[in-house]
């Protein structure tokens, strides 16, 4: 009898719906074998937690009295400037703005300590923003200047909208210049100093769907603590590049635009991220179950990490200037060990992407399943 | 007996530029490896020294210090790892020369250990979440 995400469901109901983690199914596979799983399994959940900098709120801040009109105007949060280009009280902020009056890189490396993510953490954790305003004053929107304190429980629209997120896979960066470099890929040492990639590898989203089979447009997800979807796919989304035997984007591909509202979310999901000498952003997490509805996607969900290869790039060269040349590609097995050999250098490895908040997120969407709070969706359309 | 200690040493501005730590060799036979230096003229020094020496010698060397008037502290206080801002990411294994932090491999949870700590300050600048904290 197939398997539906309909009669999946229904199991959730029942509570009998048998859900592992994206981690567990590897051993689970290698004890029970492949048939028996894929009658067995119902849901692998899989996660995510890294910086993504497309990221950004939609916020409906009110009417005022009288009214405003920021359209065509000005606004900041927290000296932030967010846009306002839209209709009278809607504004959206994104991850990556900087104070006017931040030194950016004039003092180089610049810190960026505060930025557009962080604002969007001290919003979802319930602190006090000030707004601060200006219109050009219309007939119907009198008031020209406007400075308040607003805070997430009293606004009428708080929507998370995230362009791009969940990159399918994810370079290696280093350093083959002899300076220190700073990157959004972190801090990266001269002459091969380190290696930093940014991938939960055998946890992450479409590694475990990489044809996105069972997630398209309007998959209902965990998206920063909450409830959110996937609106679109993501920009910069190319499903269209080299792949390994079994499917396996070998360079960044897959990517979704995510949404969700942000007023049930958690600043634990969404952090303000500060890369010294690039800028400000926001950290987030996400879970996307998976629907095991024949052997073929159990399969895909039963990668691991030696299985997953990532490009090595050098960002001292050939990133800034768009050659990017792969000088070396290797397993997320291999990165996760500690280092990697490159031209015949033993190079320490870093992640930027948290495996251990990764793992969290996705025992968290396996427990919501397991006590009915979280239903699949059936994809509305599918990703190109 | 021989011991090793790490020590953060702060100099008054009329201590500046005398040549104190030759004495802690030449009167003390004391060891010692700078791991850092700040020295801003007319206002103080500070010096992160690892000393190492028998322990009656460390001793003598370290009243010598005190009695010129030099503030001396253990090296651990300066630096703080904020385990509440930490994501346990691992941006900061790479990046330390030391290897004061580590993954776990089974719960892939960082953990910092002070001692092995020299206050490079690398990871600061490497820690996206600024879960790493100086004062020096």
Known sequence: MAKTIKKINEKIKRGKAVVVTAEEIIDLVKKRGMKRCAREVDVVTTATFGPMCSSGVFINFGHTKPKIKVGGGKVYLNDVPAYGG??????????????DDDPRNRVYPGEFRYGGGHVIEELVAGKDIRLKASGYGTDCYPKKELETKINIRD?????????????????VAVNLSDRVIYTYMGVLQPRLGNA?????????????????????IGTRIFLGGGIGYVAFSGTQHNPRVKRTSKGIPRSPAGTLALIGNLKKMSPKWLRGTS?????????????IPIPILNERILRFTAVEDSQIYAPVIDYSKAYPLGKETIIKEVSYAQLRSGSI???GKEVPTSSLSSYAKAREIANILKDWI????FLLTEPVAPLP | MVRKKRVVLTFPHSLVDKPITYHLVKDYGLVFNILKARVTPREEGRLVLEIEGERKNLNKGIKFLKDLGIRIEPLAQDIRW??????????C????????????????????????????ELCIKACPYRAMEIKF
């Open chain 2, 82 to 91: 904020i385990e509440a801002r930490c994501t346990h990411c691992g941006a």
């Open chain 1, 341 to 343: 050999r490159i031209r």
């Open chain 1, 155 to 171: 606004l009428d629209k708080a929507i998370l909208y995230n362009p791009r997120n969940v990159y399918q896979n994810y370079n």
């Open chain 1, 86 to 99: 839209l209709a009278a009280v809607d504004l959206y902020l994104g991850a990556s703005a900087l104070p």
């Open chain 1, 370 to 373: 397991r006590r009915k709070k």
């Open chain 2, 93 to 120: 294994i790479a990046i330390c020369p030391t290897q004061a932090f580590t993954v776990d491999p089974k719960t892939r949870k960082v953990s910092f250990d002070k001692k092995k700590c020299i206050v490079c």
């Open chain 1, 196 to 216: 930093n990639y940014c991938s939960a590898g055998q946890l992450s989203p479409l590694f475990n769907d990489p044809y996105y089979e069972t997630i398209g």
């Open chain 1, 275 to 287: 890369f010294t000498g690039y800028g400000a952003t926001l950290t987030v997490g996400i879970g």
